[in-house]
C-alpha cells in the first residue's frame, strides 16, 4: 500500500461531522452490476406517451428552511418543458417524520417520496408492505442509477430488490490534518503510526512548536463524545461493524478492540495534558475554536464543507501555518484504507402502483435523471442550455460572481431546479465533483485536492451496517451509545481503568446491546455480508 503523507499549505477549515452528508462518487472503481434479485432477460421498453398527454405527478419531501412558493415560476417552467402537472409538497425537516408516516397510512401516498437518511427507520418495513416499487428493471437505463456502485445499493435492497435511490453525497473519507509548520519547528516527520502521532502531539504540548517562547499550544482539539473521533482506519472507526466476536458475528466499533486501542491512546495524551482539557463538556463549536485560535495541532479536516472563514482567522492569527493531511495508518490486522462516506444523505423511493402505469413511470424517471446531471464549473452557465433552464436563466435565476454561480432571490422560485424531488447532481466514477471550487483561498483548495487524492490511492471501506435498521437499536441504541461514550470517557480522564473494558462490553450486551448485534448480522447475511465483501 502506497504511504505518503499529503502536505498542504493552509490555515483553517470548519468541518462539517462526517456524519452530515456523508459521503458517493468520484474517485470510486467502476460500479459492479446492480445486485439484487435475477433481471430480466431484457425489460419492456416502455411505450411512448399519448401525444399532448399531460400526466398528474405527485411527490412529498422534506426541507430545511422555507420552501418555495407553490406558483413559482422555476414550477410553471417545469410543466411546461416536461408536459406534466407536477407538484412536491416539501414539509419542514423537524415534522416530516409524522406527516410522512400520517401520509402513508392513509393509503393516499404520492408517486414519490423522498427520505432523510438520519430518520428512515419505517423504509424497510414500508418496502416489505409493498408500499414502494422495486427498481431493478430500470436501474440500467439511466446513467446515474446505473453508475451507483454496488455497495450503495445495499442499504435499499430488501429480499433481493432495490426500492431506493441515494441522492449523491461523497464517498470520500475525512481525514486529520496537522500543524506541519510545527513538526518542522520540532524536527519531526508526519506520523504514520499512532505511536509517531502520540510522540508528536506531546511534544506540540511541551516544547514550544511555534517559538513563541509560550506556554500556550497542545496536541489535539476534541469536544464532547470523544469528537472527533480521530480513527486513522476502519479498524478503529466507532460505528462502523469491522471486527468480529469470538462467534463470527460483526460487531459495533464501540465494543472492538480497535476502540480499546483508541481510548488508551486518548489516555496517555490526556494523561501528558496533549488534548483538550475538558473536552468531556466542549461543545463542537468551541473545538472547532481551540484548533482554528492556533492552540491545538491536530484536527479534522474533509474534502468539503470547509469553512473559508474560520481559515481566514487563523492564517491572521498564524500566516506562517502549515499542514500535513494524515494518511490513514496500518492497522495490526494488516488493514490500510480509509472508511468510505455513505454516499448519501437523503434518498428517494417511488409508489408502487406506478408499476401499473408504465408512460407515467418513465416520465418520473426522465424528470429523475435530468435533475441529477452533474454540470462542470465550466458548464455553469448559459453556455449550457439545460443548466441555464435548470437554475433559472442567467441573470434571472442566477448569476456569476468571481466565476461561481450565484442564486438570485431563490425565495420568489424563479429557478426550476427548486422543485424537483431530487436536485442533488450524480457525480459520475469518471468526473471530478470539483470541490475545491467552493473555495478561493488556494492553500484550502489545495488540502481539498489532496484529500480527494488520498482517497484515489488508499482502499476506500464501505460500512455494511449503513442503512441497516435495528428494531433494538430504535428503542436502546442512543441510551447504549451514550453509556458507552461516559465510560469511555471516564477511562480516558482515569475515573475508571481500562481494564474494566471487557466488564463495560458485557454491561452493554446485557442491557440490550446483544440482540442489535443480533439484528445487524441478520440483515448482513440477508445482503450476503459474510466475509467482508464490502471492502
Not at 466542549?282 to 470547509?306: C, H, I, Q
Not at 435565476?397 to 436536485?423: A, C, H, S, V, W
Request: negative net charge; charged residues 25%; contains cysteine.
Amino acid at each position: 500500500m502506497k504511504k505518503k503523507a499529503y502536505l498542504v499549505s493552509m490555515t483553517a477549515a470548519a468541518m462539517a461531522l462526517a456524519t452530515a452528508c456523508s459521503g458517493g462518487g468520484a474517485g470510486e472503481e467502476k460500479p459492479a452490476e446492480t445486485p439484487g434479485a435475477p433481471q430480466a432477460e431484457k425489460p419492456a421498453e416502455t411505450p411512448a406517451a399519448e401525444p399532448g398527454k399531460v400526466h398528474k405527478i405527485t411527490g412529498i419531501t422534506y426541507i430545511y428552511g422555507n420552501p418555495a412558493p407553490n406558483d413559482g415560476e422555476g414550477l410553471k417552467k417545469l410543466n411546461e418543458k416536461f408536459n406534466v402537472d407536477y407538484f412536491v409538497e416539501k414539509v419542514p425537516a423537524e415534522t416530516y417524520p409524522e406527516k410522512l408516516s400520517a401520509v402513508v397510512s392513509s393509503g393516499s401516498m404520492p408517486d414519490m417520496i423522498g427520505f432523510e437518511a438520519s430518520r428512515s427507520d419505517n423504509f424497510p418495513r414500508w418496502a416489505k408492505q409493498g408500499a414502494f416499487l422495486a427498481l431493478n428493471d430500470y436501474i440500467d437505463q439511466y446513467p446515474s442509477l446505473k453508475a451507483i456502485p454496488e455497495a450503495l445499493w445495499a442499504p435499499f435492497t430488501i429480499d433481493g430488490k432495490i426500492y431506493g435511490i441515494p441522492s449523491w453525497s461523497p464517498t470520500e473519507s475525512s481525514s486529520y490534518f496537522i500543524r506541519k509548520d510545527w513538526l518542522d519547528n520540532l524536527g519531526l516527520a508526519v506520523p504514520t503510526s499512532y505511536e509517531e502521532l502520540a510522540a508528536a502531539l506531546i511534544a506540540f504540548t511541551k516544547d514550544d512548536p511555534d517559538q513563541n517562547g509560550k506556554d500556550d499550544t497542545y496536541g489535539m482539539a476534541i469536544g464532547q463524545n470523544i469528537n472527533p473521533n480521530y480513527a486513522m482506519g476502519p479498524y478503529w472507526q466507532f460505528d462502523s461493524y469491522y471486527h468480529q466476536d469470538e462467534n463470527g458475528n460483526y460487531i459495533p466499533g464501540l465494543i472492538s478492540e480497535g476502540r480499546k486501542e483508541l481510548i488508551e491512546f486518548f489516555h496517555k495524551l490526556n494523561q501528558e495534558k496533549a488534548m483538550t482539557p475538558d473536552f468531556a463538556v466542549l461543545n463542537w463549536a468551541d473545538t472547532n475554536n481551540e484548533f482554528y485560535s492556533s492552540k491545538a495541532g491536530l484536527f479534522l479536516v474533509a474534502p468539503r464543507g470547509m469553512s473559508q472563514d474560520y481559515m481566514t482567522s487563523l492564517l491572521e492569527i498564524a500566516p506562517e501555518a502549515e499542514f500535513a493531511v494524515l494518511p490513514p495508518f496500518e492497522a495490526p490486522d494488516g488493514s490500510q484504507g480509509l472508511v468510505a462516506g455513505k454516499g448519501y444523505a437523503r434518498f428517494n423511493a417511488f409508489n408502487a402502483k406506478l408499476k401499473d402505469d408504465p408512460e407515467k413511470l418513465k416520465k418520473i424517471l426522465e424528470m429523475h435523471e435530468f435533475s441529477r446531471q452533474f454540470y462542470p464549473m465550466a458548464e455553469q452557465n448559459a453556455s449550457n442550455p439545460d443548466h441555464d433552464w435548470f437554475y433559472g436563466g442567467e441573470g434571472v435565476g442566477y448569476k456569476i460572481e468571481d466565476g461561481k454561480r450565484q442564486m438570485i432571490e431563490p425565495e420568489k422560485g424563479t429557478q426550476p431546479y427548486l422543485y424537483f424531488l431530487d436536485n442533488i447532481a450524480w457525480v459520475q466514477p469518471d468526473q471530478d465533483p470539483e470541490f475545491e471550487a467552493a473555495y478561493t483561498e488556494p492553500k484550502l483548495i489545495q488540502a481539498t485536492t489532496d484529500l480527494v487524492q488520498m482517497s484515489k490511492d488508499y482502499k476506500q471501506y464501505f460500512q455494511p451496517n449503513v442503512g441497516v435498521v435495528s428494531e433494538t437499536e430504535v428503542q436502546k441504541g442512543a441510551e447504549l451509545t451514550q453509556f458507552l461514550m461516559n465510560e469511555q470517557t471516564k477511562m480516558i480522564v482515569g475515573q475508571r481503568p481500562i481494564s474494566d473494558w471487557d466488564a463495560m462490553v458485557d454491561e452493554y450486551l446485557a442491557r440490550g446491546g446483544a440482540q442489535i448485534i443480533e439484528e445487524y448480522n441478520a440483515v448482513f447475511k440477508e445482503r450476503g455480508y459474510t466475509d467482508r465483501r464490502w471492502e
